[in-house]
């Protein structure tokens, strides 16, 4: 069973600060990691890949990954409103389809 | 650059009735996927393709449930017989293989509503 488990929120952050999204995996041979957004009643807009350990940054996004303790964040700096929607966190397990499996979402709201 | 495109955005339906949704690839991306998605629940896996072959099906897709790709371009799924369980968003995605990442790209969905 290769399950994707995400901190259930919601999370509410002020305007200006760092949200921070986990995601723990539990197929150990998972290689890609991926965040998605999704707003309310639109379908995912990928906005981060990562797959090596360490960290990626991309403008006010920096993903985190760490394949010894199966696990991988999104760091959010300078919340926008805009921000608000559900963040999914995908795996690629690497198998033949590599289709990718979803956690649930944690949905942030940004207060302003 | 056009995206994934999906047709119909919205179907809803009559129990028993057979519908068939469209996906669009991105133009060069030779794998296409097919999710669906519940509220509550991120998108899960139902089939892809491979070009025109379709090389997976989860046990999620029954056999009221089939899917084409028969260009390896554009790629259809119809549910026959639906049932009220099938009410979901049905999304599509595409990627471009072999490459370091793929990256999936996602269409704007189909929300079915089966009633």
């Known amino acids: 069973q290769k399950e994707v488990e995400q901190n259930s929120g919601p999370l509410s952050v002020p305007e200006g600060a760092i949200a921070s999204l986990n995601c723990t995996y539990s197929d150990r041979g998972s290689q890609s990691f991926f965040w998605y957004r999704q707003y309310s009643g639109k379908s995912p807009e990928l906005i981060m890949s990562?797959?090596?350990?360490g960290d990626k940054e991309d403008g006010r996004f920096t993903a985190q990954l760490n394949k010894a303790s199966q696990y991988v964040s999104l760091l959010i700096r300078d919340s926008q409103p805009s921000d608000s929607a559900t963040y999914l966190c995908?795996?690629?397990?690497?198998?033949?389809?590599?289709?990718?499996?979803f956690g649930t979402g944690t949905r942030l709201t940004v207060i302003p | 650059d056009t995206g994934v495109s999906q047709n119909p955005r919205h179907k809803i339906t009559k129990r028993g009735q057979n519908v068939t949704f469209r996906c669009d690839p991105i133009s060069e991306h030779n794998r296409l996927y097919w999710y669906r998605q519940t509220l509550g629940q991120g998108p899960e896996f139902l089939t892809y393709f491979q070009n025109e072959a379709q090389l997976e099906k989860s046990r999620l897709l029954s056999d009221r449930f089939s899917a084409e790709r028969p260009k390896g371009s554009f790629s259809t799924l119809e549910i026959q017989r639906t049932e009220q369980g099938d009410s979901a968003m049905y999304l599509c995605a595409s990627s471009l293989t072999p490459s370091v990442d793929n990256e999936q790209f996602f269409g704007p969905g189909t929300r079915l509503t089966v009633l």
């Open positions: 990562i797959y090596s350990n």
């Open positions: 995908a795996v690629d397990p690497q198998t033949g389809a590599n289709n990718l499996f």
